[in-house]
């Protein structure tokens, strides 16, 4: 499978060397074939040093070569629907980077549209193809710490020294670039069903939040609690209650390792991640099965998921009153 990337910053370089470590000496089934960017100096150069086979000095000019297999959208979220709608046109299947779009009414017109074409699109949030996903989903199913009653996720980086981040017109803010992992993890654990949603944010002077704390309520009682920030550093973890013990998970994004305590807070077991070569080979793979296979989604992350977690994003934002240039 032939992978030609939009877009040549750093989340493009990682994809550049997984691909190369999956090819390896032996010549696996996935190569890093094209990369494009609107100036083909800067293509060229990414295409020497991370070994990339083809340099295009436009996005369209990649997408009209034949050879590409897949399109991996490496281009800053606020241009992740334009790309991707180039892409469709081109009849090139997708995997786009997360957040997928920065609406569901996006999200919803870019996947109509590859399912009446029959092209496979993909939205790569990592943490849903990787490994300890199953392993937790596995432990849970087990009972281990009886029903699940509540779960807290976070995730914060210092973002305000990067324009995009801050910048209304380039849909900046935590939630888009930060949340959608604390969140995806409390879907991932109690389902898409929300009932009632609360949220309140700090917004940056230029209009974009800069920190949140939302709540989430289910059906059941289940009760959901995500922080999310860029003006101050602090953890990735995630917490999982139940009526039987709880789950410690340090990373909401990548996890290497987890812990599940009785209610007493007593270590009951821990729980691993196989070895690794980026992380991001699971979604590759993922994508290079489904299409062999013929599908138009990825099993780990359907577009119901996909559409349903910007869904809720977009409720999220209108809590706070909160649009982007293009939504008003």
Same mark, same amino acid.
């Given at each position: 499978?032939? @992978?030609?990337?939009?877009?040549?910053?750093? /989340?493009?370089?990682?994809? +550049?060397?997984?691909?190369?470590?999956?090819?390896?000496?032996?010549?696996?089934?996935?190569?890093?074939?094209?990369?494009?960017?609107?100036?083909?100096?800067?293509?060229?150069?990414?295409?020497?040093?991370?070994?990339?086979?083809?340099?295009?000095?436009?996005?369209?000019?990649?997408?009209?070569?034949?050879?590409?297999?897949?399109?991996? !959208? +490496?281009?800053?979220?606020?241009?992740?629907?334009?790309?991707?709608?180039?892409?469709?046109?081109?009849?090139?299947?997708?995997?786009?980077?997360?957040?997928?779009?920065?609406?569901?009414?996006?999200?919803?017109?870019?996947?109509?549209? +590859?399912?009446?074409?029959?092209?496979?699109?993909?939205? +790569?949030?990592?943490?849903?193809?990787?490994?300890?996903?199953? /392993?937790?989903?596995?432990?849970?199913?087990?009972?281990?710490?009886?029903?699940?009653?509540? !779960?807290?996720?976070?995730?914060?980086?210092?973002?305000?020294?990067?324009?995009?981040?801050?910048?209304?017109?380039?849909?900046?803010?935590?939630?888009?670039?930060?949340?959608?992992?604390?969140?995806?993890?409390?879907?991932?654990?109690?389902?898409?069903? @929300?009932?009632?949603?609360?949220?309140?944010?700090?917004?940056?002077?230029?209009?974009?939040?800069?920190?949140?704390?939302?709540?989430?309520?289910? &059906?059941?009682?289940?009760?959901?609690?995500?922080?999310?920030?860029?003006?101050?550093?602090?953890?990735?973890?995630?917490?999982?209650?139940?009526?039987?013990?709880?789950?410690?998970?340090?990373?909401?994004?990548?996890?290497?390792?987890?812990?599940?305590?009785?209610?007493?807070?007593?270590? @009951?077991?821990?729980?691993?991640? &196989?070895?690794?070569?980026?992380?991001?080979?699971?979604?590759?793979?993922?994508?290079?099965?489904?299409?062999?296979?013929?599908?138009?989604?990825?099993?780990?992350?359907?577009?119901?998921?996909?559409?349903?977690?910007?869904?809720?994003?977009?409720?999220?934002?209108?809590?706070?009153?909160?649009?982007?240039?293009?939504?008003?």
């Amino acid at each position: 499978m032939k @992978v030609g990337i939009i877009g040549a910053g750093h /989340i493009a370089v990682k994809m +550049a060397n997984t691909l190369n470590l999956m090819r390896g000496t032996g010549g696996g089934p996935v190569e890093a074939y094209g990369i494009a960017s609107r100036d083909l100096a800067r293509a060229e150069v990414f295409a020497e040093k991370n070994r990339v086979q083809r340099a295009f000095g436009s996005y369209e000019a990649l997408l009209e070569d034949p050879a590409v297999d897949l399109v991996y !959208v +490496a281009v800053p979220h606020s241009h992740h629907y334009p790309v991707m709608k180039l892409c469709l046109g081109y009849g090139k299947n997708i995997l786009c980077e997360k957040p997928f779009t920065i609406n569901a009414a996006q999200a919803r017109e870019i996947l109509d549209g +590859a399912r009446e074409k029959k092209i496979f699109v993909a939205e +790569a949030l990592w943490s849903r193809y990787l490994p300890m996903r199953k /392993i937790l989903e596995k432990v849970l199913a087990s009972g281990l710490i009886g029903k699940v009653t509540a !779960v807290t996720a976070n995730l914060c980086y210092v973002g305000v020294g990067r324009e995009r981040y801050v910048k209304r017109e380039l849909a900046g803010g935590a939630l888009l670039d930060l949340g959608v992992y604390p969140l995806s993890f409390a879907l991932l654990v109690l389902g898409t069903g @929300v009932k009632e949603i609360s949220s309140h944010v700090t917004l940056f002077d230029t209009g974009v939040d800069a920190q949140s704390f939302t709540s989430l309520i289910y &059906p059941n009682g289940a009760i959901a609690s995500i922080y999310t920030s860029m003006i101050n550093g602090g953890d990735k973890r995630g917490m999982i209650y139940g009526d039987k013990g709880y789950i410690e998970y340090p990373n909401t994004g990548n996890c290497s390792l987890f812990h599940v305590y009785d209610s007493d807070g007593q270590l @009951v077991s821990s729980h691993y991640a &196989p070895k690794q070569l980026t992380g991001f080979e699971y979604q590759v793979e993922s994508c290079r099965r489904s299409i062999e296979a013929g599908l138009t989604e990825p099993p780990e992350i359907p577009h119901a998921e996909t559409i349903r977690t910007m869904e809720i994003m977009d409720d999220i934002r209108r809590l706070w009153g909160m649009k982007y240039p293009e939504e008003e």
